[in-house]
């Protein structure tokens, strides 16, 4: 995955993740698995429709958006930030809450490796982002 150029198959694995988020918290809390799901469904519904708008299918094609449609260019970012769990963006509250969760039930192993875990897709998204934003400046 550290490699992949596709941007289909990164948010596939990062899917995984967000599954296993949605696993760990389901028997202590199916609610709270419900929004999670809720989320991540609009958020990644969100990044595909993005990229599908400037017909980005690799991170060389993502790195051309400055040229075709900058108005898109800053909600790439904010969307992918949100879809890696960042602070104070939408991701970042269902992943608060389970953590919340999993502490009052006074199981502190499990949350940290998830939030650890996490810091990789947050890598992934960082690594799309700087494609998108900085490789190249925008067109006057």
Do not use: C, D
């Not at 595909?48 to 991170?59: E, G, R």
């Not at 963006?89 to 502190?108: Q, R, V, Y």
């Amino acid at each position: 995955g550290l490699n992949q150029t596709q941007l289909r198959k990164i948010l596939a694995y990062s899917s995984i993740t967000h599954m296993g988020w949605m696993m760990a918290v389901l028997p202590y809390n199916p609610n709270m698995t419900i929004l999670n799901l809720t989320i991540y469904i609009i958020l990644t519904t969100t990044a595909f429709l993005l990229l599908n708008l400037n017909s980005s299918t690799t991170t060389l094609l993502l790195s051309r958006t400055w040229n075709k449609l900058t108005w898109l260019t800053p909600l790439i970012p904010s969307t992918l930030l949100s879809l890696g769990g960042l602070p104070p963006l939408t991701g970042f509250l269902p992943k608060w809450a389970i953590i919340e969760e999993f502490t009052k039930n006074n199981s502190l192993i499990i949350p940290t490796i998830m939030a650890t875990i996490t810091l990789l897709n947050l890598y992934f998204y960082l690594r799309l982002i700087y494609s998108t934003s900085i490789t190249l400046l925008p067109m006057s």
